[in-house]
């Protein structure tokens, strides 16, 4: 299995993973990951809605780089929070 994700984290790419990623629910190995990876997963309850749900908190409180012109970017504010405070 390892060889087949080219011995990386099979979610990041980390070189060296070795934590043995299962579904709590089957039993079903998924796959190889980095130790962060793994933690992350359990954190999240192995939840795809808790993830789609951290996704969409980060992107609506991250500051966003959009391209309006070649070369040029504008920060978009986000839809919540503040912007980083320049004076601090």
Same mark, same amino acid.
């Given at each position: 299995?390892?060889?087949?994700? #080219?011995? *990386? +984290?099979?979610? =990041?790419?980390?070189?060296?993973? @070795?934590?043995? %990623?299962?579904?709590?629910?089957?039993?079903?190995?998924? #796959?190889? *990951? +980095?130790?962060? =990876?793994?933690?992350?997963?359990? @954190?999240?309850? %192995?939840?795809?809605?808790?993830?789609?749900?951290?996704?969409?908190? *980060?992107?609506?409180?991250?500051?966003?780089?959009?391209?309006?012109?070649?070369?040029?970017?504008?920060?978009?504010?986000?839809?919540?929070?503040?912007?980083?405070?320049?004076?601090?």
């Amino acid at each position: 299995m390892l060889a087949k994700q #080219g011995g *990386l +984290c099979a979610i =990041c790419g980390a070189p060296d993973p @070795q934590h043995v %990623d299962h579904d709590h629910r089957t039993g079903w190995v998924r #796959g190889i *990951l +980095c130790f962060n =990876c793994n933690g992350g997963l359990g @954190q999240f309850r %192995d939840s795809p809605v808790f993830l789609a749900e951290a996704i969409t908190y *980060l992107k609506g409180t991250t500051w966003q780089r959009v391209l309006i012109h070649p070369g040029v970017f504008q920060m978009c504010s986000p839809t919540r929070g503040r912007p980083p405070s320049r004076s601090s």
